[in-house]
């Protein structure tokens, strides 16, 4: 055991008795041999309850054994670290927290001890310490609060992303609907044109009919008025495509089998189509019907294929022709009409798919105008028409193509659920009949408002006419008694056929009445509400034509 400890201070350092920091001597063996005062207060104990024990001793037990473990090196001779932090604990056994400046006491050369300066820097580490914690705390509010930036910014692109979604959305239906309108009005012009020129063929066609009936078979102006007629039949024939393209063509509606129909255009093309062309069918075998018209349907199906085939130009490649049922939600197939939105339902559907050249946007946007054409010009109508029959017959058609990599058109009809089928009169043969009675004819066009009279007359029928509405409600209200029955005219300017025929019923009920048209006869009977006449004479008819459809409701 080292000499007993002895108060005081040596080598003439006795002013650190009083000074104001802690300091303390240690011998060789870490005993506490000198303390001053402020030891003495940083430690709370009295000075002989400090002296004589080792430094460690008054260190935090966790810290102990490391304390001990640096003090006897550097008391071997180590160079002392500068400065130190130490846990201490007070003789009433609070913790505090001191920071050490140390320095060899020495004999010569000699290591004699350890003087040591204490500043007790409690305080500051405790405003560390809370300071560490306003920091861990703002980090963890800052990394909180980037996280809600974060997500915030996440929610603002998606919300951002659904926003330009929309819009665009929004523009392709715009632009959809700019599309349908723009075909819409073609449309009614196509069907406004068709049906003033049915009017005027009417007239060419029933005249040229009545002058040929005059002359020998083998006269030569007999065989000029014959081709008058092939002519106009052909001009007929063009009023109808331009009909079809304003949904209001002239068709017989049934109940179809759109796979059978197909395989039967199939057999007819087979010859036409080029040899390059390989034709695949993938064909469904129970699909529904559809309710339409099959020669419509079957042009339809004629000028998809055809146009497949001659897209493939001179290269070889494939026409696939496919049919199926689909289900569509409301609104969800493109409508034709602007004003009309498709159904939910089942849907048969025909795809034509080629790997030809394809077509760009720009192309691709204009293939329903009425005689556009990618080939030579005078085709007609083409898929301008395809576009009025699917429209007639509530359907819809989408169009996918890339330059390069083909087309396909994709046609879909409401499957009939349960519906009836229903067909149209057909014209009969020629037949020579004559009667006699009142008939009032009804026309704003004097030339096919007089051929009728003309002919009814040779059929030794009297005829009243009338060249609008308000006239032919006032003939028919002085003559009611007599007139057996009446021939009119479904679009007049001012009171139309609708409105005439049901002035006509509600005055005589049981009034037979012929309602002529370009239109389909569908048409009619939604311009009727749903009342049905006693017949429907398509415009431009032939002569014989008309004395048929008056022996029949006769």
Known sequence: MGARPQAGWQYGLEFLADAPIACHELDLQGT????????????????????????????????????????????????????????????????????????????????????????????RQQAEEAL??????????????????EQANQSLRREMEERAKREEEHRKLEAQVQHAQRLESLGILAGGIAHDFNNLLASIMGYASLAAMDLPDDSRARKSLDQVLIAARSAADLTQQMLAYSGRGTFVVDLL??????????????TTLS??????????????????????????????????????????????????????????????????????????FLEVADTGCGMDQETLSKIFDPFFTTKFTGRGLGLAAVLGIIRSHHGSIRVNSEPGAGTTFRVMFPAAEGAASFELE???EEVAWRSDGLVLVVDDQPAVRNLARTVLEMAGLRVLTAGDGHEAVTVFTE???????????????????????????????D?????????????????????????????PYHPSELVERMRTVW
Request: charged share 25%; hydrophobic share 40%; glycine share 8%.
């Open 479 to 509: 003559h009611s008694r007599e007139i057996h029955a009446v021939l009119l005219d479904l679009s007049m300017p001012g009171m139309d056929g609708g409105e005439v025929f049901r002035h006509l019923t509600e005055l005589v009920p």
């Open 32 to 123: 506490l041999v000198r303390v001053n005062q402020a030891v003495c207060r940083l430690l709370a104990l009295p000075e002989d309850q400090i002296l004589g024990r080792k430094a460690w001793d008054f260190v935090r037990a966790e810290e102990r054994d490391d304390s001990r473990e640096a003090l006897m090196r550097v008391l071997a001779g180590a160079p002392p670290p500068v400065p130190r932090e130490r846990g201490l604990l007070r003789g009433d056994g609070s913790p505090i927290h001191v920071e050490i400046y140390s320095h060899h006491l020495r004999d010569g050369a000699r290591v004699t001890g350890l003087r040591s300066f204490l500043l007790d820097i409690t305080l």
């Open 426 to 428: 057909q014209i009969g």
């Open 132 to 149: 560490r914690k306003i920091q861990e705390g703002l980090e963890i509010r800052i990394h909180e609060r980037t996280q809600e930036l």
């Open 275 to 348: 040899k390059k062309a390989a034709l695949r069918l993938n064909l469904a075998a129970d699909l529904p019907p559809i309710q339409g018209d099959a020669s419509q349907i079957r042009q339809v199906v004629m000028n998809l294929i055809t146009n497949a085939s001659e897209s493939l130009a001179e290269n070889r490649g494939l026409v696939q022709v496919t049919t199926g049922l689909q289900w569509a939600e409301a609104g969800e197939l493109p409508a034709l009409d602007p004003a009309r939105i498709l159904p939910e339902g089942r849907y048969v």
């Open 511 to 539: 009034i037979r009445v012929v309602l002529c048209s370009g239109y389909n006869e569908q048409d009619v009977h939604t311009k009727l509400g749903g009342h049905k006449p006693a017949g429907f004479l398509r415009k």
């Open 257 to 270: 089998n759109v796979t059978q129909l197909i395989e039967g255009v199939v057999r007819l093309l087979e």
